[in-house]
Structure formats: structure tokens, C-alpha cells
T-cell receptor
Framework: KAGVTQTPRYLIKTRGQQVTLSCSPI?????VSWYQQTPGQGLQFLFE???????NKGNFPGRFSGRQFSNSRSEMNVSTLELGDSALYLC???????????FGNGTRLTVT | EDQVTQSPEALRLQEGESSSLNCSYT??????LFWYRQDPGKGPEFLFT???AGEEKEKERLKATLTKKESFLHITAPKPEDSATYLC??????????????FGTGTLLAVQP
């Protein structure tokens, strides 16, 4: 069974640009969550989606947004990139909300 | 405020030298405590879920236990391939189902042959 797939693996962007990251969950999983991982803050929750609806949102500015499609695939978007947005962005899927999360290998975003 | 603290930050063991990692938590109701393993350049890999005090789970050389305030990950006779960062996370009870987990900053484990 294929795991969570995230694309691209690496991205280099310039301040002020925007970026879209993609996530394909494990087949049959209906919930997708996004986390940001940095050396200083560790893993921090961004948002979660279930049945195409955003169910929870973390304490991030409105520049961070996401969506989920009918096939459970998800995208997150960051607009007006700042240097501090450089991080590993992890997508996780679960069978249902309240089930264990299974993570992808992330997208490493570098903002210069 | 919901919080998870892991100790030690780093641990170096000799192969075969058993030890324990600690995860203490402060949370408004617990809907699950999770242990993950993360290798460099990869995402966290799910290990265990614990739901209530007294519960224990085992997998190969790893055993996770849970009390009302903390969890331990016991590593018995570790091997070099057990070297990784071990992350603890809690799922607070916000009154409904959620995948918003609060993570600790991890314990970096190095097992030397």
C-alpha cells in the first residue's frame, strides 16, 4: 500500500512569491492534515481537512491556506513568502479524524 | 496551555544498553498520545498510540507506557538502526474529533556499535 506522497520534495523561492504544495493521502484515508517543521519550533499544526472541509486551523497567518479535493488529495498554498517560512512542510493522512496520522516525507521549502 | 516536553534532548547509547525516553504532557483532556520515529530527511513514522493510563504497547525492542502525566518509551538492547529522533505527541480533547496534535521537540537517539 502506497504511503503519503508529497510533491515536490524541494522548492526554492524568493521572498514575495507564492507556492503551492501537493499531497496525495494513503488510499482510503479521508482526513488530511498539514504541519510545519522547523528546528526551533518543531512540528506545528497548520490545518486539517475532512471531506473537503477545513475542520481546524492552527495559529498561522492568513497567507497560509489549503484545500482538499473530492478524491481526498490536498494542496496548501503560501502567498507573499517570507524568509521565516523556510521549513519542512509535512502532510499527514488518517482513515478518520481521531485515527493515527501517517506522514509523508515532506516538502523542503527554502525562501531566499 | 497544552504542552508536551520530552527529555532528554539527546541520548547516546552503546549497542545493547537499554534506556528510556520521557514525554511529559499538560493537556486539557487526552484523546490519545502518540510516538513517532523520524529519520533524517524523512517524515515521522508512526509507532504507537496510547489512550489511557496503565496502557502499554510493544513493538520489537520498543515498549511505550502511559500514566496520567507522562509516557515512557523503553528501548531494550538497542541496535544502531534504532538511531533516530523520537517524537511524542498528544491529541487534546477539544470536544470532538481532531487531527490537531501537540508535538514535543523530540529526543535524538544515537546508538553506537
Amino acid at each position: 500500500k502506497a504511503g503519503v506522497t508529497q510533491t515536490p520534495r524541494y522548492l526554492i523561492k524568493t521572498r514575495g512569491q507564492q507556492v503551492t504544495l501537493s499531497c496525495s493521502p494513503i488510499s482510503g484515508h479521508r482526513s488530511v492534515s498539514w504541519y510545519q517543521q522547523t528546528p526551533g519550533q518543531g512540528l506545528q499544526f497548520l490545518f486539517e481537512y475532512f471531506s473537503e472541509t477545513q475542520r481546524n486551523k492552527g495559529n498561522f497567518p492568513g497567507r497560509f491556506s489549503g484545500r482538499q479535493f473530492s478524491n481526498s488529495r490536498s494542496e496548501m498554498n503560501v502567498s507573499t513568502l517570507e524568509l521565516g517560512d523556510s521549513a519542512l512542510y509535512l502532510c499527514a493522512s488518517s482513515l478518520e479524524q481521531d485515527s493515527p496520522l501517517h506522514f509523508g516525507n515532506g516538502t523542503r521549502l527554502t525562501v531566499t | 496551555e497544552d504542552q508536551v516536553t520530552q527529555s532528554p534532548e539527546a541520548l547516546r547509547l552503546q549497542e545493547g544498553e537499554s534506556s528510556s525516553l520521557n514525554c511529559s504532557y499538560t493537556v486539557s483532556g487526552l484523546r490519545g498520545l502518540f510516538w513517532y520515529r523520524q529519520d533524517p530527511g524523512k517524515g515521522p513514522e508512526f509507532l504507537f498510540t496510547l489512550y489511557s493510563a496503565g496502557e502499554e504497547k510493544e513493538k520489537e525492542r520498543l515498549k511505550a507506557t502511559l500514566t496520567k502525566k507522562e509516557s515512557f518509551l523503553h528501548i531494550t538492547a538497542p541496535k544502531p538502526e534504532d538511531s533516530a529522533t523520537y517524537l511524542c505527541a498528544v491529541r487534546p480533547n477539544y470536544g470532538g474529533a481532531t487531527n490537531k496534535l501537540i508535538f514535543g521537540t523530540g529526543t535524538l537517539l544515537a546508538v553506537q556499535p
